[in-house]
């Protein structure tokens, strides 16, 4: 069983930045470590439907991410810590929302997310204007 944890919400202010943090653990379909999943950020506002934000290829390091958010998120990983990141700058008050981090036992990324398997408890972020 995988257990996902995210930190790093929070409220801030239309223009700045956050990161948030994906601290994966438990056991994988290789028993060993996560080298053979990919990585999906999403996030959920309320009365909308979950929309995928960013992924990685946990082993090649490829990214994928939304069109509302190119060029302003970033995603990465760092293989030491089992942990994957999302690095958000110049944030919009639309960028409010619940993220979520998610993992799936495949390399290759995919947008929906009834395709990833593993969910984090998800963490706020609020962006006011």
């Keep these: 069983q995988v257990q996902l944890v995210e930190s790093g919400g929070g409220l801030v202010q239309a223009g700045g930045s956050l990161r948030l943090s994906c601290a994966a653990s438990g056991r ?3 028993g060993r470590t996560f080298s053979g999943y990919a990585m999906g950020w999403f ?3 309320p009365g909308k439907e979950r929309e995928f934000v960013a992924a990685i290829s946990w082993s090649s390091g490829s990214t994928s ?6 060029g302003r998120f970033a995603i ?3 293989n030491a810590k089992n942990t994957v990141y999302l690095q958000m700058n110049s944030l919009k008050p639309e960028d409010t929302a619940v993220y979520y981090c998610a993992a799936r036992p495949s390399p290759i990324t995919r947008v929906a997310p009834g395709l990833y398997d593993y969910w984090g408890q998800g963490t706020q972020v609020t962006v006011s204007s």
């Design 28 to 30: 994988t379909t290789s």
């Design 43 to 45: 996030r959920q506002a």
């Design 65 to 70: 991410q939304a069109d509302p958010v190119k």
């Design 76 to 78: 990465s990983r760092d």
